[in-house]
């Protein structure tokens, strides 16, 4: 039986926070509007996941108003093609409001994805944002990992990411990859002491 998890995603700041593709490249062109989305970051959030057992399953989720260039099935197929998504399931939430929320907003981030929890229970999820505050920081506590503005994720941040999603388990090759590759390392170690 299939374990469901969640990645709920803001663009700007996490995955958006500079400029990835000009406009004389050609992935820069055909990207138009999501040409700032950085790829090599969505890439490495899928290269995560593929460490996952088979009965993981990660739904991405964008919670971005950048939903508006990114809604059409051809157009997350291409950004799944442009990232080389292999393992994660890239979905959009049609229901997010457009451009910046405050506390006076009806429909509020933290709204959105809880009313998709509700629908859709998962065992676990991470919100990916640059705006925690007030009660969307209290109603997803624990869930939050906030990212720069300016610069998203640092090396503590993404170690953060993966470290949350690796803990729904991974495939039992990757353990026992892992369990040698230390093991090895604690002799070298020994050796040198």
């Known amino acids: 039986m299939a ?3 969640f990645i709920f995603a ?12 000009r406009n004389d490249t050609k992935i820069g062109q055909e990207m138009g509007a999501l040409r700032d989305l950085n790829l090599y970051e969505l890439n490495y959030l899928d290269r995560i996941c593929r460490n996952l057992a088979d009965d993981v399953v990660v739904h991405f989720i964008s919670i971005s108003s950048w939903k508006f260039q990114f809604n059409t099935e051809e157009s997350i197929a291409k950004v799944k093609e442009w990232a080389n998504i292999k393992r994660m399931d890239l979905e959009l939430y049609k229901d997010t409001p457009v451009g910046r929320f405050s506390e006076r907003e009806p429909w509020l981030r933290f709204r959105v994805i809880g009313a998709q929890l509700e629908k ?6 991470i919100i990916l944002d ?3 505050f007030g009660e969307y920081e209290r109603e997803h506590r624990g869930h939050c990992i ?7 994720y640092t090396q503590e941040g ?5 470290g949350r999603i690796e803990s729904w388990g991974l495939k039992e090759e990757v353990v026992k990859e892992r369990k040698e590759r230390d ?3 604690m002799t070298l170690l020994a050796a040198s002491i």
């Open 3 to 5: 374990r469901e998890f």
């Open 10 to 21: 803001d663009f700007d700041g996490p995955l958006a926070h500079v400029t990835t593709w």
């Open 120 to 125: 859709h229970p998962a065992e676990d999820y």
């Open 130 to 132: 640059d705006e925690f």
């Open 146 to 152: 906030p990212a720069d503005q300016r610069t998203g």
């Open 158 to 162: 993404w170690e953060k990411i993966r």
């Open 183 to 185: 093991e090895a390392y």
